[in-house]
């Protein structure tokens, strides 16, 4: 089945036309097999562990199931139900914060933390692995640990803030402080979004600044002209990648609020309501209603996204 | 290429499809070996799991080994979880039929589980007398029984108290009612005159009386019976309306409003303790057997007294049996099983072991073998329960379908209104909206 | 590191362009003094948690919530002893040993399904390839809320909870696109004139993939394996549903049963605890921090 006559030969062709159809033709067939073979791991994750359950959720998301027994049809039960909830509500609103306060602050702090660093510096380097190293770790268990010792009653942030004369009391037992705490877990997360914006910034051609600068453009005119718009596909790429990703905080929730999403549901995230519903109370249909509801948000969110990218987003000749 | 897209589509479809069919056929599951009779030669491994913490683990693994001693065919391979996890664990294992052979149980998820035949009827080992309960109190057996059904068989008893910082109580300069008499309303009062009292910690905290009892669901139950309200009735519906759940919630409304209860953020904070063990409240109401842990909590004396009432003096107590123990309906080795349970239960060994730690053995010869000193911690909640036994006048309440998560529920609202984000009126309506769909 | 650039070379003369040097050199270094000033104080900020966990590990339990001194005034290693020891009978090692088993395996797991995956996608031309190429990047974008469930009813259907099975099977499935995409852009940049040679001498796909692909790809493995093994040792949802008995527990499960409600609070055992679950986190990220930059600054850049 090897063939010694490549599709893409400069040479002229040698053989009559009927057997070089022969040769493509299996010269196709012998890339499907191999595409396809290469892909099967691929191909049976994503029949087994995406697409299938995808569908499965779907389903489930209008009966009632708790593992228990079959599923029985619940109809379009869940998803009112879902709209009378006031946890779930609760948890629209504390993620709606999240998500639109964090991931701007997050990115806005990475990328005037890139542009400080992106220049010929000595040490370099190292504050941008010192910057990076949150991302890592930002997430665990570990850090939410330390993250409510230090907010709590008493703690480091409790003294500094007293110290600037705010009211004594920690973050972690006043309901309308805990979503900024944890707004403050994601920003202090900037390192990778900003690894990300430095390498974009690199790629911009210092000539172009230089030129602005002799046409007299100040500071601001050349972050507007020229490094927003060279930056675009990558400011694209993290803004989609963070949003999504917000949308799926779980173990700092679930560490500092002790599983409850307490205090007052203040940290009653999506992802958290989800599973106790689907996996404390075992009401599997609900939560399967709840995931595509989210599926779907995110999916529309998305979409904008996209769209909005063709008005904004400059792609230049070289970068695709 | 249209072979091939058919095939994908066959595949995915034959993946959802098993996804979402049946758990294999709910109950009935495998009758586990009736009848048989436990043969001590035979090499048998059992699993058996339990909730709590590291000093429960090793006190159980004192008790295997004694266990070991006298039937040393047995391996009893443990595993244990905390009381949040412990619940979704066993949901799991239910739906796949492979429940512990041997494990701690909860009232509040007995009828569940029974229910949907999950757990072994012990009815056959306590007859043939593998497992004794001869010295047990027959009602307090009977809190395992369901549908003629013996699904759990409790170890041990609780009944709810009061408990006293002593230090705080001194600091507070105030004095406690006469708890044989008390009723809520003097006890409202007597926080209401610790908050005022304006005493402060030494890391200048302010002290309080206690903390807002009606977020804890339990104590609501033993306010209904103290009405003469039956909470559940035996069909497994509510006994109770809206209008008691908001006047229970009204008795500390003033006290609410007032900020004299242990204020909640700080509660919050200082999970898992609070403010009673962080000796920054006098009082605390819970189970007789957290005595022991509230002293090592708190480091400081505290004081075992009995509850207040809403007539003078008339208590209307009840036992809950503060854990049972169960047996796997898919068990293969039952009657090992059962001899397991009935060592636990009656071996004067394990009394000794566990103390009151969970609670007051049901078994005389534990209690027996515990030979506590009347001033350590065993023998005050020893004590405290023969002093209250004549007030335990109510059948134990049989929690319904869905007990774990209304009750988590309840706490949750609850604590919605120590915030001050909810009113006790809307407080209900939610609860009892939750309750309607969780107990299904 | 980098140099100071040299100044414009069409400075007008010599002495103007001494003095001109001696001015420039000092602004700049006055430029670089602010620069690093504003650098260092927000490293101190942002790393202030991280050594503050640390040094608290060192701190008596009742002394660390508020102490906010990165010296400990009383340093002892009680706390670190208290963690080692355990918890309700199950050793520490045993948590570790889970942490690194399911690390590893799921490293080999991205490691060999990912880089099939992406040669496919990379350097074979096949009908659809197109379409699942999408599908594939579209697996990135989509919550994971819609598929743990069904994934949970089916292991547990299969018996398979309580195992390590559920939590490793996606890794050598290719499922997580992230890895299969960054090295498709990885194997893109890679001249094709070696795939031709070797097809020239008659090689097929799996001679081609194995002799010349999986040599030059090591350092997409290198990035691909550190950032799998840290997610997988990071991993909190998917043990927690997945882990029921203490002795599969990883080490951020066991880290929460330090902190449950039924055992009496113990700051400086937690503290312990959670720095030494992350000690392998940070001891990849000190000797491999070059590769964990460089693949996410890669990443962003094609996307």
């Given amino acids: ?320 | 290429m249209k072979k091939f897209r058919f095939a994908l589509v066959g595949m995915v479809a034959v993946v959802a499809l098993s996804l979402s069919a049946c758990s294999g056929g709910g109950s009935s599951g495998s009758a586990a070996s009736g009848q048989a009779t436990f043969n001590p030669n035979e090499k048998v491994t059992l699993n058996m799991t339990w909730w709590g913490n590291a000093d429960r683990a090793s006190r159980y693994a004192e008790a295997i080994k004694a266990f070991n001693v006298k039937y040393p065919n047995v391996t009893v391979q443990t595993s244990f979880a905390a009381w949040a996890d412990y619940w979704p664990a066993r949901s799991t294992e239910a739906a796949s039929h492979s429940l512990p052979d041997v494990m701690q149980f909860d009232l509040s998820y007995i009828r569940e589980y029974s229910q949907n035949g999950q757990l072994l009827d012990l009815q056959s080992y306590v007859d043939n007398h593998t497992i004794d309960l001869s010295t047990f109190d027959p009602n307090l057996v009977k809190s395992g029984s369901l549908s003629g059904k013996q699904v759990g068989i409790p170890t041990s008893t609780n009944t709810l108290a009061m408990f006293i910082n002593e230090p705080v109580l001194k600091q507070l300069g105030i004095s406690l009612p006469d708890t044989s008499t008390y009723t809520w309303a003097d006890y409202n009062t007597f926080l209401a005159k610790a908050a005022a009292a304006g005493a402060k910690s030494s890391d200048g905290h302010q002290l309080y009386g206690g903390n807002d009892y009606t977020g804890t669901f339990w104590f609501f139950i033993q306010w209904l019976l103290q009405k003469g309200i039956t909470p559940f009735k035996d069909d497994g519906t509510l006994g109770f309306t809206k209008s008691d759940v908001v006047d229970f919630l009204n008795l500390t409304g003033n006290l609410r409003s007032a900020k004299q209860l242990y204020p909640i953020d700080r509660q919050v904070a200082l999970t898992p303790k609070d403010g009673f063990t962080t000796n920054e409240a006098a009082s605390e109401m819970s189970w007789d057997n957290f005595l022991a842990q509230f002293s090592t909590d708190s480091g400081s004396t505290i004081k075992i007294v009995p509850l207040p009432s809403v007539d003078t003096g008339k208590k209307d107590l009840f036992y809950k049996p503060s854990m049972l123990l169960a047996s796997g309906a898919n068990t293969k080795h039952a009657a090992a099983a059962a001899t397991l349970i009935n060592f636990l239960l009656n071996d004067p060994q394990v009394g000794s072991i566990f103390g009151t730690s969970k609670g007051v053995p049901a078994a005389k010869a534990q209690r027996d073998a515990i030979k506590a000193d009347p001033s350590s911690i065993d023998g005050q909640v020893i004590a405290y329960e023969e002093q209250v036994a004549k007030q335990v006048t109510k059948p134990t309440p049989l929690p319904v379908k869905g007990f774990g998560t209304i009750e988590a529920k309840w706490l949750s609202l609850a604590q919605d209104l120590d915030y001050g984000k909810t009113t006790p009126s809307d407080l209900a309506d939610q609860w009892f909206a939750e309750a309607a769909i969780d107990m299904k | 590191m980098t140099t100071v650039s040299a100044p414009p070379a069409d400075a007008p003369n010599s002495v103007d362009s001494a003095r001109l040097r001696r001015v420039g050199r000092a602004r700049r270094g006055g430029r670089s003094l602010i620069f690093h000033l504003v650098a260092l104080g927000l490293t101190v900020v942002v790393l202030y948690p991280g050594v503050w966990m640390i040094v608290s590990m060192f701190k008596p339990s009742h002394s660390i919530v508020g102490d906010p001194s990165l010296v400990p005034h009383q340093a002892s290693l009680d706390n670190v002893v208290a963690a080692l020891s355990g918890i309700g009978g199950i050793s520490f090692w045993t948590f570790v040993r889970n942490s690194v088993l399911l690390g590893v395996a799921s490293v080999v797991g991205v490691v060999f399904s990912c880089s099939l995956a992406a040669y496919a996608f990379a350097r074979v031309s096949f009908r659809g390839r197109g379409v699942l190429f999408s599908l594939m990047i579209g697996t990135l974008l989509l919550p994971f809320h819609v598929v743990i469930i069904p994934q949970y009813i089916l292991f547990n259907q299969l018996g398979l909870v309580n195992t390590f099975v559920p939590l490793l099977l996606g890794k050598f499935l290719a499922v997580d696109a992230f890895f299969v995409f960054l090295m498709v852009q990885f194997m893109r940049n890679l001249p094709r004139q070696l795939d031709e040679a070797a097809r020239i001498d008659g090689a097929g796909h799996i001679r081609i993939f194995f002799s010349i692909m999986v040599p030059l790809m090591k350092p997409a493995f290198i990035t691909s394996s550190i950032f799998a093994f840290i997610w997988s040792w990071n991993d909190f949802l998917g043990p927690l549903i997945y882990l029921k008995r203490p002795d599969l527990y990883t080490l951020p499960i066991a880290l929460r049963l330090y902190v449950d409600q039924t055992t009496v609070s113990d700051y400086g055992a937690q503290m312990a605890m959670a720095v030494l679950a992350l000690v392998p986190v940070l001891l990849f990220f000190l000797v491999f921090q070059r590769y964990l930059v460089e693949g996410v600054a890669t990443q962003g850049l094609k996307g």
């Fill in chain 1, 1 to 320: 089945m090897m063939t010694t006559h490549l599709e893409r030969s400069a040479g002229p062709a040698v053989r009559s036309s009927s057997s070089s159809a022969t040769v493509r033709r299996r010269r196709k067939r012998a890339e499907l097999l191999a595409g396809y073979g290469f892909l099967t791991p691929w191909l049976l994750g994503f029949v087994l562990l995406t697409l299938g359950p995808m569908i499965a959720s779907l389903y489930l998301a209008f009966t009632d199931y708790n593992l228990f027994s079959n599923p029985t049809w619940a109809g379009l039960a869940n998803f009112t139900r879902l709209f009378h909830d006031p946890d779930y509500i609760q948890s629209w609103k504390v993620t709606a914060g999240y998500v639109l306060i964090g991931t701007p602050l997050k990115l806005a702090a990475a990328l005037v933390v890139a542009m400080l660093l992106n220049a010929k510096r000595r040490g370099q380097g190292f504050y941008r692995s010192a910057f990076y190293a949150p991302s890592l770790i930002g997430a665990s268990v570990s850090v939410a640990i330390v993250w409510k010792a230090m907010f709590i009653d008493g703690g480091i942030v409790d003294q500094v803030g007293q110290f600037f004369g705010a009211a004594p009391g920690g973050w972690v037992g006043n309901p309308s402080k805990t979503l900024p705490m944890l707004i403050l877990l994601t920003v202090w997360q900037f390192g990778a979004p900003m690894v990300i914006f430095l390498a974009g910034l690199k790629q911009i051609p210092r000539e172009l600044y230089e030129a602005a600068s002799i046409d007299g453009a100040g500071p601001l005119r050349k972050f507007r002209s020229i490094t927003v718009p060279m930056l675009s596909p990558v400011l694209f790429f993290n803004l989609l990648l963070e949003t999504i990703h917000a949308f799926q905080i779980f173990a700092s929730a679930f560490i500092i609020s002790n599983g409850t999403g307490g205090p007052a549901r203040s940290t009653l995230f999506y992802t958290l309501y989800l599973y106790q519903r689907g996996f404390v109370s075992f009401q599997m249909g609900y939560a399967a209603a709840m995931a595509w509801v989210l599926v779907l948000v995110v999916g529309v969110i998305t979409a904008i996204l996209f769209r909005s990218s063709r008005t904004w987003v400059h792609y230049s000749g070289e970068m695709r």
